[in-house]
């Protein structure tokens, strides 16, 4: 590292009190005599950063993992109707890689004409921000087959409320209509036979008539803000002008107060920065009273956009989870509530601050023998799959279709358990009718042969 110039470098430091924090440091040197040279340092902790861009790989790892295990196709595209990514189900109902994937607007083999309508109904949610749910649409598979799906088609907004994605989730609804359909069939047989879903340091004094004076900008400022010290010494409104309208009235103006009263307020709030951009800031302030009247305030401030970013991505995943209707819980190794979505509520009634911390076998009065042979069959595994018998709140019982997978650690340990949960209720009721209308039809059809043979 040359000490000659500044030089940006990000380590890991202990604290007095054993924490461990980020630290962004910047160097420059001057040299002072032959063999002499002063150095300056500037530390910069970059700790949330840091942590904001580990929660993010984490959450991203986590919900592919989870959009993985889902038995549902979930595809987001770009406002051209371009693939941007796909999910297992669709990578494998397409038969190609996601790199293959990446940037078509749809498969090759599919036909002219389902395309035509996916690009249509996907211009309807970009255009008007609303969620489009098509009862039925037919897509070719990888092989040839063209199968039924229900699909849910929903926007996904930037921080400027501006439509940038869509999330498409798409249900094979190919056995129900089948099923509907042979049903139909049978029922109309029967009939016959019978009769026919960065940061920046300021310092300026406030008073008491709510006026403020600049005293000192750091040139961390221009980084922050796009402006030198100068231009903001300058102009005392140009920083404010700048802070985005809502939050001047809602966030800034109101910490005026708290400066009077000597607290140390941190706020954060939307900027506009000189090239135009919107930017993140967290300030973090002191103040005391330096005569009567005048408070003195002295703030750092920091772009938190990356964190703001991370996190908006991470509330855009979870929504990705809660428009599936499938059941979707993470558990512990001791079958304790970790994560219930929105589907799981709907399924099973109980609201996500009921279901937390409870044990799965006791709140869907699961079959305790039946959950530690899956378990044990996990454990080995990986991974299970089969039907499990449970019970709503309200005291109905559902059957469904469970998927579970065994997450891991970076060592390779047991961490908990995704299990994502569909609803087989109305499938098994089906098949039941459907069995049941064709041994009434055999039964008809044998009554009609005796009552001919008889009338021979």
Known sequence: MSLRNPTPLGVGGCQKDGTIRWLSSSYTSR????????????????????????ALQE???????????????????????????????????????LEELQGLIDAPFNAPDYTRQ????????FSTGQTLTISEELVTRHDGVVRTFNTIKAPIYDEAGQVVLLVAVCRDISDRKQLELSLQASEAQLSQILNQVTA???????????????DYFSTGCEVLYGYTAQELMADKMLWMSRVF???????????LDAFMAGASPTIEYR?????????????????????????QVTGVSQDITDRKLAEQKIREQAALLDITSDAILVRDLNHRILYWNQGAEQLYGWPVSAAMGQLT?????????????????????????????QVTKTGKEVIVEARWTLVRNE??????????????????????QLHRAQRLESMGTLASGIAHDLNN
Request: proline content about 3%; charged content about 25%.
């Open 118 to 125: 996916y690009i249509h109904d996907d211009a309807f949610v």
């Open 271 to 295: 900027f506009y920065h000189k090239d135009g951009s919107i930017r993140w800031i967290s300030s973090a302030y002191t103040s005391q009273q330096i005569e009567p009247g005048c408070w």
């Open 200 to 214: 920046a340091i300021i310092q300026f004094r406030v008073f008491s008539n709510h006026d403020y004076e600049y």
């Open 31 to 54: 040299k002072v005599s032959e063999d002499s040279w002063i150095v300056t340092a500037i530390n910069y902790d970059i700790t949330e950063r840091k942590q904001a861009e580990e």
């Open 59 to 97: 959450s991203e790892q986590l919900y592919h993992q989870i959009l993985d295990s889902i038995a549902d196709i979930v595809v987001v595209k770009q406002p051209d109707s371009r693939l941007l990514w796909g999910n297992k189900a669709f990578r494998e109902y397409y038969g190609m890689t």
């Open 245 to 255: 309208p809502d939050d001047q009235t809602t966030i800034v103006l109101p910490v």
């Open 411 to 432: 060592a390779g340990q047991p961490k908990f358990i995704l299990s994502v949960n569909t609803d087989v209720t109305e499938k098994k009721q089906l098949e039941s």
């Open 361 to 389: 076998y006791e709140l869907l009065h699961e079959n305790v023998a039946q959950v530690t042979e899956m378990t044990q069959r996990l454990l080995q595994q990986g991974e299970w799959r089969g039907e499990i018998r």
